[in-house]
């Protein structure tokens, strides 16, 4: 509800950031800093190599300093490979002097070896896949990297482990979950759907995703609407 923006707002600042030389990113990014700006919000964009970090003043771009700041980078590349920027961000967010969008904590939720702990915690739920750290016995399967992004890095094998579709990629060196493979839905092209649902505290956002067997890079995503009768 914008009824009462210009009322509540207090003119925080939200800079956007992407890496340099990625245009698809770019344009991402873009399109979300579109998005809140159409809102109300006073925005920025700047590439990552040119953000300034201070642990006791925040985030700053060309000498001012904003309240809030949204990069599309990976938080696991961050902390494996910037651990200076690790270091800078942790004192931001200890000090209060910034507030990050898509927070730290969901490097927690990208990392797919949280399906084998909800497994642990849930055994055969409905709605959970059976998944472990080593290779299942007896099931068709999908081995995937706990970090890895756009299919890349997945094996799907059947109950035989003959590899039924495979993709290699970039994230080779993490370590891998097995989990129990199911078939997505598909029309009548034969090509794959896989719906995600988004949540702010409540369900607020449905999205498909259409390719192959596994779901890589060239997957588009798929408009919608939703009828009720």
């Given at each position: 509800?914008?009824?009462?923006?210009?009322?509540?707002y207090?003119?925080?600042?939200?800079?956007?950031?992407?890496v340099?030389?990625?245009?698809?990113?770019?344009?991402?990014v873009?399109l979300?800093?579109t998005?809140?700006?159409?809102?109300?919000?006073?925005?920025?964009f700047?590439?990552m190599?040119?953000?300034?970090?201070?642990?006791?003043e925040?985030?700053?771009?060309n000498?001012l300093?904003?309240?809030?700041?949204?990069?599309?980078?990976?938080?696991?590349?961050?902390?494996?490979?910037?651990?200076?920027?690790?270091?800078?961000?942790?004192?931001?967010?200890?000090?209060k002097?910034?507030?990050f969008?898509?927070?730290?904590?969901?490097?927690m939720f990208?990392?797919?070896?949280?399906m084998?702990?909800?497994?642990d915690?849930?055994?055969n739920?409905?709605?959970?896949?059976e998944?472990?750290?080593?290779?299942?016995?007896?099931?068709a399967q999908?081995?995937?990297?706990?970090?890895?992004?756009e299919?890349?890095?997945?094996?799907?094998?059947?109950?035989?482990?003959?590899?039924?579709?495979?993709?290699?990629g970039?994230y080779?060196?993490?370590?891998?979950?097995f989990?129990?493979y199911v078939?997505?839905?598909k029309d009548?092209?034969g090509?794959s759907?896989?719906?995600?649902?988004?949540?702010?505290?409540?369900?607020?956002?449905?999205g498909?995703r259409?390719?192959?067997?596994?779901?890589?890079?060239?997957?588009?995503?798929?408009?919608h609407?939703?009828?009720?009768?």
């Open positions: 509800d914008l009824n009462n923006f210009d009322q509540e207090e003119g925080w600042k939200i800079l956007f950031s992407s340099k030389d990625n245009e698809e990113e770019e344009s991402t873009k979300l800093q998005i809140a700006e159409d809102a109300g919000f006073v925005t920025e700047a590439y190599e040119d953000v300034e970090f201070d642990d006791k925040g985030v700053f771009y000498n300093n904003y309240e809030y700041w949204f990069k599309l980078f990976p938080w696991e590349d961050i902390a494996i490979e910037e651990s200076e920027l690790a270091r800078l961000i942790t004192q931001i967010m200890h000090n002097k910034a507030i969008l898509n927070p730290a904590y969901t490097l990208q990392s797919k070896a949280f084998k702990i909800l497994w915690l849930y055994p739920h409905p709605l959970l896949l998944t472990d750290f080593k290779p299942l016995q007896g099931i999908v081995e995937k990297k706990i970090f890895g992004r299919g890349a890095n997945t094996i799907i094998v059947d109950k035989n482990e003959k590899i039924i579709e495979e993709r290699d970039e080779g060196e993490f370590p891998s979950v989990q129990e078939e997505l839905p009548s092209k090509d759907y896989q719906a995600g649902v988004f949540f702010a505290y409540e369900g607020c956002g449905l498909f259409r390719g192959g067997l596994i779901l890589d890079n060239y997957s588009k995503f798929v408009g609407r939703v009828v009720v009768d």
